[in-house]
Each structure stands twice: as structure tokens, then as C-alpha cells.
């Protein structure tokens, strides 16, 4: 079974500090995504990675860095949290584009 | 732009009752759609992946079908258990790695 994992599950961090959020997949997969989901937003795309220090924006990258320095990690990066910034966090992956895409458990993250 | 919309939002039916839930996009231009299962708190479950070209799939108790020019898909499931309830999500991928997701229909499956 493909596992993807996300390091934290619950996190409360305060306005203004540097988060960092951490994704593994054990699949060997090419592409690596992080969503952020709100209610009655959906599901949001922040940023994505097809290879080893690669990456594209999604449709918010606003505020948000990743890095992908080995190919089954994926990091998503809060520069300077903040309160809008509080959601769930998913990491994804998928070994290709139109391939089946795997979702971690989420990271719940507050900003005080 | 890509917009999926789920109807309806939420769903209450009882237990053995076959159910549709319904899907639809408004560029028919699409790769592939694929179906997840959301439990609450969690993260989402593949179901099904139909691809631009099929009609449909299945899983168990579970038929997805694609009809492309309308944009619609539907997920079907047969004889409601209530460990079907859950969120259910559609997505649809216009090639590359852009996933639109709708926001989901709200299952409740009661005893």
C-alpha cells in the first residue's frame, strides 16, 4: 500500500513564526502536492513538485515555500505565519500525472 | 477556469438504499476524474480514477460513470452501509498535475 506521510498532525504555532510542515512517500513517486482545505472552499492547491528541486505555484502560493531536496520528501514552508494561514494542511502524491493520486492524513494547523 | 460543483451538499439515506451522487464540470476538455472518500478530520481515499476516455468503473459496490460532452459523472453505491458515511469528493485533472476538487457530498448513512 502507498503510504504518504505527514509528520505532524496538530500543530498551534503564533503569528509570525516560521512553520514547517513535512511530507514522505514511500513510492518512489514522481509528483508531490500540498492542498490546504477550508470549508466551503475545497480543496486549494499550494504548491506541487514533479522532481527533485522542482517545484511549481498552485492556485495560492501566497506566503507558502516548499522544498523537495530528496524525491520522497516534500516541505511546505510558513515563512511568517499567519491567522489565515489556520486550516488542514494535505500533502498528495502520484508516480505520474493522470496516475491515481494518495493523500497523507492532514496536518491541522492553528495561528494564534 | 474549471469549476466542479457537487449537488447535493449533503445526503441522509438508510441503510440498503442505492444512491447516486452527482458530479458535474464545466470544461469537458478533462484528462481524467477521479472520486475520493473523506472521513472526518482525515485525509482523502482514492475510490475510483476513470480516465477521458471510459465510461465507467467499478469498485465493489461502487460504479463510477463519465459522460464527458455533458460533463457529469455520477458515483453510484449500492446497498448503503452506515461505514459508507463520509465525505465524498470529485475531481477532475486537465492534464499535467492540476487536480480541480468540488466540495464534496456529505453522506450519512443511518441504521
Known amino acids: 500500500d502507498v503510504k504518504v506521510t505527514q509528520s505532524s498532525r496538530y500543530l498551534v504555532k503564533r503569528t509570525g513564526e516560521k512553520v514547517f510542515l513535512e511530507c514522505v512517500q514511500d513510492?518512489?513517486?514522481?509528483?508531490m502536492f500540498w492542498y490546504r482545505q477550508d470549508p466551503g472552499l475545497g480543496l486549494r492547491l499550494i504548491y506541487f513538485s514533479y522532481d527533485v528541486k522542482m517545484k511549481e505555484k498552485g492556485d495560492i502560493p501566497e506566503g507558502y515555500s516548499v522544498s523537495r531536496e530528496k524525491k520522497e520528501r516534500f516541505s511546505l514552508i510558513l515563512e511568517s505565519a499567519s491567522t489565515n494561514q489556520t486550516s488542514m494542511y494535505l500533502c498528495?502524491?502520484?508516480?505520474?500525472?493522470?496516475?491515481?493520486?494518495?493523500f497523507g492524513e492532514g496536518s491541522w494547523l492553528t495561528v494564534v | 477556469k474549471q469549476e466542479v460543483t457537487q449537488i447535493p451538499a449533503a445526503l441522509s439515506v438508510p441503510e440498503g438504499e442505492n444512491l447516486v451522487l452527482n458530479c458535474s464540470f464545466t470544461d469537458s476538455a478533462i484528462y481524467n476524474l477521479q472520486w475520493f472518500r473523506q472521513d472526518p478530520g482525515k485525509g482523502l481515499t482514492s475510490l475510483l480514477l476513470i480516465q477521458s476516455s471510459q465510461r465507467e468503473q467499478t469498485s465493489g459496490r461502487l460504479n463510477a460513470s463519465l459522460d464527458k460532452s455533458s460533463g457529469r459523472s455520477t458515483l453510484y453505491i449500492a446497498a448503503s452501509q452506515p461505514g459508507d458515511s463520509a465525505t465524498y469528493l470529485c475531481a477532475v485533472s486537465g492534464g499535467g498535475n492540476k487536480l480541480t476538487f468540488g466540495t464534496g457530498t456529505q453522506l450519512k448513512v443511518e441504521l
Open positions: 513510492m518512489d513517486h514522481e509528483n
Open positions: 498528495a502524491s502520484c508516480f505520474r500525472s493522470g496516475n491515481t493520486i494518495y
